[in-house]
């Protein structure tokens, strides 16, 4: 044994992320971590770019146009739904929509949890179980809905929606890929 290429103690030491192997000769650029691969392997985040082809994720091209990235929703309650436009944010501990959705569902806002948001109009809202659907990905969950008619924004939070889905989003193509968590 030459001991080239290895280390004395049997122990490997990774100095940059390692993961598949990639072809001999070839130099890869990783486009989601952007960094370029060591000289045995590509990074195994490279992989997230190859899971668009295996069926599961769904894909939604936003507009670039837009302040953020909005994405078609609908909601449900009984026999009742209402398609609308809502706002991802990642930031956003929950779901909050526009009072007038639930008074579509045929929901009474005042039934449900009063709880308060810090928002710039100091807004309240009451929780509520409902069916949301993105992108043809369906679940029943618990979001809010707005105390008055001022609040007239809609919000797609990390608990209520974030928490039942695999989010990936590629900005630079402005594109969105959801899949169920469960799937």
Sequence with gaps: MSGRGRRSSGRRKYGRSQGLPRRKGRVYRNPVCG?????????VCSG???????GILRLHQ????AEGIEVPVTLGNGG?????????????ANCIFERRYAEILGINPESGRLQRFRTMTGSFAYEHEVTLQ???????????FAQGPIFTRNFLGRAGWLDHLRLAIVDYDRNLYLSAYDS
């Design 48 to 54: 997230l770019v190859d899971a668009s082809l295996d």
């Design 35 to 43: 960094t370029r691969s060591s000289r045995r392997f590509t990074p």
């Design 62 to 65: 936003y507009n670039s146009s």
């Design 80 to 92: 009742q739904s209402v398609d609308l436009i809502a706002k991802l944010d990642t930031g956003a």
């Design 134 to 144: 993105v992108l043809s990905i369906a679940f029943s969950t618990t979001v809010f």
